[in-house]
């Protein structure tokens, strides 16, 4: 036992400074030392659920209740590096003090100044024997921990033995001062010794990032200064303890941790959804009753057969038996994440009716949903449900860094593979997602540089406790099977082929795959012609002539402005609606024009009596997720499992009493091609621009796949189309001379995929099975950050072309008005409140490489930097819809067609 007895003078370790405000007044370093050991107490015993208690448990071989205390205890340790003149030096007043009482404080360069979290990190090796943790390999990891609660591990920078170490740490009176510190936390705190820690590669690796993730929450908490106020050096460390405590609560309960326990009464599904389970929802819950360890699951259904609700009851039950944080739904887009928010937060409100429920939007336009802000709170002052509602959007969560700390978030994928990538902080993330039902969607849509990254974040999931649902409506079989060996690579494969629709699952032990029952097949049928829009005019004068609705999907946005232009020319749909949806619209245009086609083309609320009218082009942003219902699809030639994706929006409500009505033409499904009818000297068909989106051995496949086709048979068909197009067998209704030149495309794409795949690999922590997973990051990569090369950002992405975003601002005389809202601004000042709000509805964004290099050059405004919305955003004028930003290079923008490069 560890024994130090106070003498009746304040002790000098008191006079060391932990933080202070611009008026130079400070915070003792020891009380906030004790406010993070507060906060991180309250984070075990509320915050956290008995699910992540006992995984913790169970690596440590303590009680919950010991767990807690060692937690508590270690998060006070993660400051010491300020108790050194490296710091103290900082804040003249102390430095005076301290040097009075006999302080050295050695003069070294700038070059030589260390971070104070590499010098606590260095500090700990004084302290081993009192720590205990057992064996040195792992008490060094947990030093990188407490070292990393900055965002970065100081992994090569621990070996440093240079005079810049000796001058940062200060002389012997420092480390007695230290010692004496470091007695009054450990008495105070009363910390259980620690077992001798046997770890597996895997666990260790989960562990210590976890922890990491931990020591930053309790930290960022514990340093509200509004909530943790300066103290001058007045109380004894066990009045301040019970102190720190109560404010801690408050904190904590004001900013939204509590509320939400994973223990409320079931409902049953027709409870949740309105509708009973459908007989493949069945078989989906039923699967998961045996299941105990955290699994991965992947659904693979036709659209519309419910496979977002089967997730949703998985991921409720699985939370609530196991105990579980929590669950994140990661989509492919931001528009599709915004309709799935909706529908998330539906199912919470109904599910959790008494309960305080925390969720986030996650993804960089979050603020600019309505629906969005309207859930936003900002404290939580009473527990009025009555008053607030139910399920919130808490404002302490609100920093990318944090949404993965609430309970409950729907954004995209990249927020969730940003814990795998070399970032500050991707342990943070990786924390936030511990021990959570993670759903990913519309996986088919993630090329083989999204993959890498992917199968790299499925197997740390499974190592820090979280289960996995996958959906998607097609996946080639050998993708299939990567998926499931990616989460855990030592499970046997028991099955792993079965008819679709199909439920497979790794459960740690086992793959096996089983078949989801019959599904009504439906015959679509296909139509082809050539790419020129005069030939849309046709088919859907032909095709509406009784009325109905059509969406038209391009594969590229100038397409679709092209195809967009002619039909409002020709005027022979303009009483119907004609609506153009693409990304290189403003946001607050964008929006309306996704409301409207969702409220006309979307799932009918009620039985329908008259025929929709209209027509819809855009771009692949309606492909995914949204639950949209088109009588006639015409889309540009895509992969073949993209098309079958596109052919999900095409009369997806049937046999229904609230079907909508079709009009007589189109009682049968039918998608209409557009392919080229060029060829190239080889022989093949040239698919233009078309092959800066998809590769061009995937095109020619899928063309001379589907070739022989008048109407395929879904889902009956998916498999061996998907399969064919993404194998290398002989296609039969090509010429030699066309299949060589395919083989050669296909050779090609293979070395670029392998290509893809390198540079996914050198973006990724290591992998969660690998000895040096926490020290391989030397070097850590910006997150949206285009003033820095290629090489050195956090792509989640790497076919998207460099981008610049313009914030959209009109000028009437000498006055400059922003899009949104028409809200008058001065650019010499910093947009705030509304103002900002209107600005980020002004955004448009584009790749095209001429505008990239013309902007890039333009520095950007200073009153924008402090601003993180704002920071890499351009202002761009328009007058009366023009601007021409250099010779030869003029930009329009007109509200129904978005943004024009001419």
Known sequence: MIDEKFSLTQPTWMSFIGKWGESKQGHPLVYHLIDSAAVADLLWQRAFTDGSRQRFGRWLGLNPIDCGRLFAFWTSLHDFGKATPSFQSKHPGT???????????????????????????????DFKQEIGIQPEGIFNQFRYAIGGHHGTFHVLEDSEQSLARLANLGGQRWKEERQKLFIALYNLLAPPSPNLLRFSQTDRNAFFNLLTGFFVAADWVASQDLCFP?????????????????????????????GWKPDSERKSFKELFGFGAYPLQEIIVKAIENLVDPFLMIIEAPTGCGKTEAALTVADKIIEREKLRGCYIAMPTQATSNQM??????????????????????????????????????????????????????????PRKRTFLAPFGVGTVDQAFFSVLRTKHSFLRLFGLHQKVVIFDEVHAYDVYMMEIFNRLLAWLRAVGSPVILLSATLPEQTRLTLLRAYQREAMIGSSQAAYPRLSINDGRCIRTQSLGKYPDRVIHLERINRDPMMLIGVLKNRLSQGGCAAIICNTVERAQQVYKILEDDGSFKSDGVYLLHSRMPYCWRESVEH???????????????????????????????????????????????IIQRIGRLQRHSNHSWSPVRPSGLKEPLCVICQPDTTSENGLPEFEKDVFVYDQA???????????????????????????VYS?????????????????????MVKKQGEESAAAINRMVGDVDDASALGDQSVYLKEDDESVGRDAQALTRNNVLPSVQLVCFEKKGETFYLLDNRAACNLEKPPRGKQLKHALRSIVTTSNPRV??????????????KIPALRSAHPIV?????????KGLTLRLEERIGLLIE
């Open 95 to 125: 430095q005076a003090v301290l040097e009075k009482a006999g302080f050295d404080f050695p003069v070294f360069s700038f070059s030589d100044a260390r971070h104070h979290s590499l010098l606590s990190q260095w500090i700990l090796l």
């Open 230 to 258: 300066y103290e001058k050096p007045r109380y004894l460390l066990s009045d301040y303890w019970v102190l720190s405590q109560k404010r801690a609560e408050a904190a904590m309960t004001r900013a939204g941790w509590f």
């Open 341 to 398: 928010f909706n529908r998330t937060c539906n199912f919470l409100k109904i599910r959790f009716p008494d309960q305080r429920v925390n969720l986030q939007l996650v993804h960089g336009n979050a603020l600019l949903s309505e629906d969005f802000q309207e859930m936003r709170l900002t404290a939580v002052e009473d527990d009025d449900l009555d008053t607030t509602g139910n399920v919130n959007a808490m404002d302490w969560f609100l």
């Open 596 to 642: 409207s086609i969702l409220k006309q083309f979307g799932k009918p609320d009620s039985p329908q009596t008259k025929i929709r009218r209209g027509v819809v082009v855009a771009t692949q942003i309606i492909e995914q997720s949204l639950d949209l219902d088109f009588d006639l699809l015409i889309s540009d030639l895509a992969p073949v499992d993209l």
């Open 698 to 724: 995937i095109l020619q496949r899928t063309l001379f796949t589907l070739l022989p086709y008048d109407a395929i048979c879904l889902p009956a068909d998916s498999d061996r189309l998907i399969n064919t």
């Open 728 to 748: 290398e067998d002989e296609l039969p209704h090509c010429s030699e001379e066309q299949m060589a030149a395919i083989r050669s495309l296909y050779k090609s």
């Open 852 to 865: 990239v290099k013309h902007f890039i050059a333009q520095p950007h405004l200073k009153v924008w930097k």
């Open 878 to 886: 328009f007058e009366d819809g023009i601007c021409e930003i250099e």
